[in-house]
C-alpha cells in the first residue's frame, strides 16, 4: 500500500515539477529578451551622461528643444521672458515675421546629433578662459568628435594649448567670425535684431566684401525658450539671462554622449580674463548680466556627479 502511495506521489510530483521549471525558465527567456536590462548602457561609452539621476534626469526632462525650427517656435509665454532680456521689446507679431522670413532663407530643420545606445559621440566644448595658456590641451580638444568653440576665440597661434579643429561656433553678432563651408554656425540670438543680422547676413550681395561668411545650410538658431528653461531651471532665475558659455554647455549635453568642458572660469584673482588677449582690469569680477558664481557652481557640480569633466589648465 505504501508503495502505490508513494508512486502515485510520484507520478503527481514529476509533472508539476517540470512545469514549475518550464515556467521559471520561460520566465527567465522573456525577461532576457524583452523586459529591459537593469545595467543596459545608453550609450557606447564608459561611462553614460544620460544613464538615471533623479537630480539630473529631471533638469534633463523640463527641456524644450534645443533649437528652433518652423514646427518648433516659442509660445507667447516663453516670448513674454525673451522680450524682458532685450532693450527694444518689440511684439510678439514682429517676432513671428522675423522667424518665418528667416526659415525662407535657410534650412527648415536642424539635423543635429543626439545621444544613442549604439555610439559614443564625445564633445569638446571650449571657452576662453585664459586657463588655456600654458595647457597644452590641444591634442585632447582636437580628438573629440565634436568641437564647440565660442564667440571669437581664435586657433591660429593657440593651437598647441586649443587645438585647431572646430565643427561648430557660438556667436551672436558683436562676436561675429568667418567659418569654413564645414562649420555649424550656431546663433544665440538674445534679440529680435540678430536674427535679422542673419537675414541680412544671407541675402546681401555675394560680392559685397563686408558681412559674416558662413555656410546657411549649417546654420542652428538656439531656441529663447531654451534659453529661458536654462535661466529657470539651471539657475533658479539667478541673473538676468544665462552666459553664451553655460547656455553652449547645457545645450551640448542634449547632443553629445559624452562632454568636456575646457577654457572656463576666472583666474585664482576672480579675473575673467581671455587667453587670446590681456585683462582690462575694468573687468575685476564682472560677469554683466549673468550670474558667473551660480554657473561655476552648477559647473563644478556636473563635474563632480561626472556627468561632464571639467578641465581647469592652468588655474587648478
Known amino acids: 500500500m505504501k508503495m502505490k502511495i508513494l508512486l502515485l506521489f510520484s507520478i503527481l510530483t514529476i509533472p508539476a515539477i517540470?512545469?514549475?521549471y518550464s515556467s521559471s525558465w520561460i520566465s527567465s527567456v522573456y525577461q532576457e529578451s524583452f523586459a529591459p536590462r537593469v545595467n543596459e548602457s545608453l550609450c557606447a561609452c564608459q561611462k553614460c551622461m544620460m544613464e538615471y539621476e533623479p537630480w539630473f534626469s529631471a533638469l534633463m526632462k523640463a527641456s524644450p528643444e534645443p533649437f528652433l525650427t518652423p514646427e518648433n517656435n516659442v509660445s507667447l509665454e516663453d516670448f513674454k521672458w525673451y522680450q524682458s532680456i532685450q532693450s527694444?521689446?518689440?511684439?510678439?507679431?514682429v517676432y513671428n515675421t522675423t522667424v518665418n522670413k528667416l526659415f525662407q532663407i535657410i534650412p527648415h530643420s536642424n539635423d543635429f546629433t543626439k545621444p544613442g545606445p549604439d555610439r559614443c559621440t564625445t564633445c569638446a566644448v571650449v571657452g576662453n578662459s585664459g586657463n588655456l595658456k600654458g595647457s597644452h590641451y590641444g591634442p585632447l580638444i582636437d580628438f573629440h568628435d565634436i568641437v564647440i568653440r565660442i564667440n571669437q576665440g581664435p586657433t591660429k597661434g593657440y593651437e598647441r594649448h586649443v587645438g585647431n579643429k572646430t565643427?561648430?561656433?557660438v556667436m551672436f553678432p558683436v562676436s561675429a567670425t568667418n567659418l569654413d563651408n564645414s562649420t555649424h554656425l550656431v546663433l544665440f540670438a538674445f534679440k529680435i535684431r540678430d536674427l535679422e543680422w542673419l537675414i541680412k547676413t544671407f541675402t546681401q550681395r555675394k560680392d559685397a566684401e563686408s558681412g559674416l561668411?558662413?555656410?546657411k545650410n549649417l546654420v542652428m538658431i538656439l531656441n529663447p525658450a531654451f534659453m529661458k528653461y536654462v535661466h529657470l531651471n539651471w539657475l533658479g532665475r539667478k541673473g538676468q539671462y544665462p552666459s553664451t558659455g553655460f547656455l553652449t554647455l547645457i545645450f551640448s549635453l542634449y547632443m553629445c554622449d559624452e562632454v568636456s568642458l575646457f577654457g572656463f572660469g576666472a583666474d585664482k584673482k576672480g579675473i575673467w580674463n581671455h587667453y587670446f588677449e590681456a585683462?582690462?582690469?575694468?573687468?575685476w569680477r564682472k560677469t554683466g548680466n549673468h550670474p558667473g558664481s551660480v554657473e561655476a557652481s552648477m559647473i563644478r557640480e556636473l563635474h563632480m556627479r561626472k556627468k561632464i569633466y571639467l578641465y581647469k589648465g592652468m588655474y587648478r
Open 18 to 20: 517540470v512545469v514549475f
Open 88 to 93: 527694444d521689446r518689440r511684439s510678439f507679431s
Open 167 to 169: 565643427t561648430h561656433r
Open 213 to 215: 561668411k558662413a555656410n
Open 279 to 283: 585683462v582690462q582690469l575694468s573687468l
